[in-house]
């Protein structure tokens, strides 16, 4: 099992509070430092002092880090067109010395799209529109060097690109893909991913899909051995209770609630609820920091559960 850091920026932050935990996460041994890719806050928070764009800061931390992975959780199809996404993730791969991972998804939240003038097409253009992009993704990258690449899509038709720059990592950056969806999400992760990730959701639900998502690699031929699994959960521990409930407290969240849905406790229970996980197939856990001043939270989890694992 490894565990990796999740943000969520849109709530308020900084680059450099972002860096200053991309790099404390780095120090302490976790696997990754991932992002979410939001242009709005959600709840009642102030979202102060606005939004930081997932790629631009990326490209910042590939520069400022030395070994921690780099990645999102979930860039936004609607967000970006797929030729130049795949140029900038390629070279956020080179900035980086090839630590870089594409999380994808079709885009949800509506309101931050019509806050900045984003078109946000109905669900299953949005599925049509991620399919296109994933296959023009990877076969832009997937070209080889003094080729071109074409694809007659139909939002986003693509001719004679010279498909330039290649990424570091070969064949390709990770491609993460995620969701309940019962079977659109299964056949494109199936056909596209490297990993597939399952937010907030409980070991029961996590299991049943990761099963869709099984037999729709058996349906093309695929070994489901070839993925990576994983879940995101907030993260909550305290060395005891009174700590337990004082982390909760400060991100407006109740303790007993977090330990029924997240990842919260004591280190031994954060142990127990990891190893739940891990029982059902799920190799990694993005653990959701979201009081990004507490990084005695972070040192807390280096030094009582990632130790331990």
């Known amino acids: 099992m490894e565990l990796r850091i999740f943000t969520e920026p849109q709530q308020g932050a900084t680059y450099d509070q972002l860096l200053a935990v991309a790099r404390h996460a780095e120090d302490a041994g976790f696997g990754a430092f991932f992002r979410s890719d939001h242009y709005l806050k959600m ?3 102030s979202g102060d002092p606005g939004p930081t764009d997932a790629w631009t800061t990326l490209a910042g931390l590939a520069r400022d880090t030395s070994r921690i992975r780099l990645g999102t959780l979930m860039t936004a199809a609607t967000f970006r067109l797929p030729g130049p996404l795949a140029i900038t993730v390629a070279q956020v791969d080179q900035m980086s010395g090839g630590r870089v991972e594409l999380g994808i998804g079709t885009g949800w939240y509506g309101d931050e799209h019509t806050a900045y003038g984003i078109p946000f097409p ?3 253009e949005r599925f049509d529109r991620l399919e296109e992009q994933l296959a023009i993704i990877t076969g832009m990258w997937d070209t080889p060097a003094g080729e071109t690449f074409s694809h007659p899509g139909r939002y986003y038709p693509v001719s004679d690109s010279p498909a330039l720059p290649k ?3 070969q064949p390709r950056p990770p491609i993460l893909l995620g969701g309940m969806g019962p079977k659109r999400t299964p056949r494109l992760a199936a056909r596209y991913a490297d990993e597939f990730n399952l937010p907030f959701a409980s070991a029961a639900d996590s299991a049943a899909q990761f099963d869709r998502v099984r037999a729709a690699c058996g349906e093309i031929g695929r070994d489901p051995a070839e993925l990576v699994w994983s879940n995101a959960l907030v993260l909550c521990c ?3 209770d009174a700590e337990v409930s004082s982390r909760a407290a400060a991100i407006g969240r109740d303790a ?3 330990r029924a849905n997240g990842v919260a406790g004591t280190p031994d229970e954060v142990l127990d609820t990891i190893g739940r996980y891990a029982k059902i197939g799920s190799q990694r856990i993005y653990l959701q920091v979201l009081d990004l001043g507490d ?4 040192d807390l989890v280096a030094s009582e559960v990632l130790a331990n694992l």
């Open 122 to 124: 109905a669900l299953g």
């Open 295 to 298: 990084l005695d939270h972070l």
């Open 43 to 45: 709840g009642s928070v």
């Open 238 to 240: 305290g060395r005891n």
């Open 256 to 258: 007993d609630e977090l």
């Open 167 to 169: 990424p570091v990592q």
